[in-house]
């Protein structure tokens, strides 16, 4: 019955339903806060989730990591493709360029006008 678990299909289902949910959080936490750095830290839940599943859709069970090993000493069908994974590590790396500098914004907002809120900015003078 265990055993059951160990499938590639079951494994797939729930890595979806698994990001679907962190989207989801993600998603109504940057629709639904009013504070920045909060949106901010929820776009990048949404996005962590989307890291999730597309590595896990490339994620088959019985295939080794594609570096240099014993079993990898020439390219063979028991190997996963490292391509998905090359590409979500650049584009983790991206992601965290970009999040620490919309944080460093909002920390340089903050000093400038000891606000946080999105619906009391008014800089550019619609509110006057």
Do not use: C, W
Not at 12 to 31: D, F, K, P, R
Not at 40 to 51: H, N
Not at 68 to 86: C, G, H, R, W, Y
Request: glycine letters at 6%; a neutral charge.
């Amino acid at each position: 019955m265990l055993n059951s678990f160990n499938q590639t299909p079951f494994l797939h289902g729930v890595i979806t339903i698994g990001s679907l949910i962190l989207l989801t959080i993600g998603l109504v936490g940057a629709l639904t806060k009013k504070n920045l750095f909060k949106i901010f830290l929820s776009l990048a839940i949404a996005e962590a989730s989307l890291f999730i599943y597309f590595i896990g859709m490339h994620f088959e069970v019985g295939k080794v990591a594609p570096i240099i090993t014993d079993e990898v000493t020439k390219f063979s069908l028991n190997m996963v493709d490292p391509v998905p994974q090359a590409m979500i590590l650049t584009t983790i790396v991206i992601a965290i360029a970009v999040l620490s500098l919309a944080l460093s914004f909002i920390i340089n907002y903050f000093k400038l006008t000891n606000n946080m809120r999105v619906n009391q900015m008014n800089e550019l003078g619609e509110g006057k």
